[in-house]
């Protein structure tokens, strides 16, 4: 049977854009990973909602981008789109709500998913639309993608997914890059200084580091808090800062572009992360390009990955323990000055040609899986080429070997703490296992592959 060509390789359906009022961490993700499948030479497009932030069609990155629809038109603006266009391939990125684009299409979906969201529903959406939003995410998407491969940037999401009923193997663990560190001119603050950054919307519970401003007020009189980022429940962070009595202490710097970003956290002792879920927390590593270590909650998930207890950062569990471990990293000064030191090798060890590498390795998977093969072999060479070709840039600081063997103590350690994982390289129609060392899929660089048995 013949089958129209199509002028689109890979379309990613996605809520947002980067470019949009509440896009952040996961829209990055998505951005840096289809311009990098761009590069490779496959003919990338986007399709997100509308915004008055950008046009409704452009071409960022070599990523052809098409904006339609709103908050909720989006998504059956996008299976349209999936019907018009007949893409070889959908990323069909979940951000709660399925697009459910396998309803509409015959070639291969993969499904991204940054983290579940079983903790958010009910904060934003109430007890009852929230046991709702949970119940098509947990039950009926599950159903929706059953046949269907999945990508997440971290193990414990993965590990949430399971509990969903998807299946290990139907898993790829692709964690976020970081962006090189940007040159800043801002030196660390004179004054002890803590910073957020994030949307401002109730899941984010930044009223958290409000809170630990205040508690710390008087041990701490010229601390200060600088908060990063807009949206909707700002009024709300500001009320709170009036009725603790610190409204004079915090700074509300609402957007700032990349530069001012980074030179705000430049300017920073302590960052603090207090969101109820993160699938990895971007915000961690962009910190840890600075050398600013970050104190965040332990069951947010991803933050379990990004942050190395006690090393890079600080795990708690609640708003006590929070308050008392910032007190500790402002009091030590040397302590914190060598959390800072490993977060920066820590962040250094992620880059996005080795994420955009193991997200092609993925989509090679996907088509290798699917009925579809002949219209997808095309696709399939230039992505199989894209995994041999790309991911060997660690971004390592210039005083890194980059051999496993001559790390430093703490990343040795590291490595001897984590166990091998199995993943599935999929290559010129032919099933191999393949087994990985945990630290190289966790570090995002460019695993080292033993073949075994022929499946």
Not at 150 to 169: F, K, M, N
Not at 247 to 275: I, M, N, T, Y
Not at 362 to 385: E, I, W
């Amino acid at each position: 049977m013949h089958i129209r060509s199509t002028s689109i390789d890979v379309l990613f359906v996605n809520w947002r854009d980067v470019a949009h009022p509440e896009g952040g961490g996961s829209e990055r993700y998505v951005h840096r990973i289809a311009e990098g499948l761009a590069a490779s030479g496959l003919r990338v497009s986007m399709f997100c909602a509308a915004h008055d932030r950008a046009p409704a069609e452009e071409t960022v990155g070599g990523v052809r981008i098409v904006r339609r629809g709103g908050r909720l038109g989006v998504y059956p603006r996008a299976l349209l789109h999936v019907l018009r266009h007949r893409p070889r391939m959908v990323v069909d990125v979940q951000n709660g709500l399925p697009f459910s684009s396998s309803l509409v299409t015959r070639q291969p979906v993969v499904v991204l998913v940054h983290h579940v969201h079983r903790e958010q529903w009910p904060i934003v959406f109430g007890r009852i639309g929230g046991a709702i939003g949970w119940w098509v995410e947990s039950v009926l998407a599950p159903r929706i993608y059953r046949r269907c491969r999945y990508v997440t940037v971290s193990g414990a999401t993965a590990e949430e997914l399971g509990t969903l009923g998807i299946a290990p193997d139907r898993v790829t663990v692709v964690p976020n890059g970081v962006e090189p560190p940007f040159a800043v001119t801002a030196a660390r603050s004179v004054q002890p200084r803590l910073v957020v950054l994030g949307r401002l919307v109730p899941h984010k519970r930044v009223e958290h580091a409000v809170d630990v401003l205040a508690r710390l007020q008087d041990r701490w009189p010229g601390l200060r808090l600088s908060i990063v980022g807009q949206g909707w429940w700002e009024a709300e962070l500001r009320a709170r800062a009036e009725a603790l009595g610190v409204a004079e202490l915090v700074e509300f710097h609402g957007f700032l572009d990349e530069q001012a970003k980074h030179e705000e956290l430049a300017r920073a002792w302590v960052q603090l992360c207090p969101s109820v879920k993160e699938g990895w927390g971007l915000v961690v590593t962009e910190a840890g390009g600075h050398r600013v270590p970050t104190v965040g909650y332990r069951s947010a998930g991803g933050l379990r990955e990004s942050i190395l207890d006690g090393r890079t950062g600080v795990l708690v569990d609640d708003l006590e323990e929070m308050t008392e471990a910032v007190h500790r990293l402002l009091t030590d000064g040397p302590a914190r000055l060598l959390m800072g030191e490993a977060a920066a090798r820590h962040a250094a060890a992620y880059s996005w040609a080795a994420s955009v590498s193991g997200f092609a390795g993925a989509l090679s998977a996907a088509v290798r899986g699917s009925a579809a093969v002949p219209v997808l072999q095309d696709v399939d060479r230039l992505l199989v080429a894209h995994v041999e070709g790309v991911g060997t840039d660690r971004g390592l600081d210039a005083d890194d070997s980059g051999d496993p063997e001559h790390g430093s103590s703490a990343e040795r350690e590291e490595r001897s703490d984590e166990r091998l994982h199995s993943v599935t390289r999929f290559r010129k129609g032919r099933r191999r296992s393949v087994t990985v060392e945990a630290p190289r899929m966790l570090h995002n660089t460019a695993p080292t592959t033993t073949p075994s048995a022929q499946a």
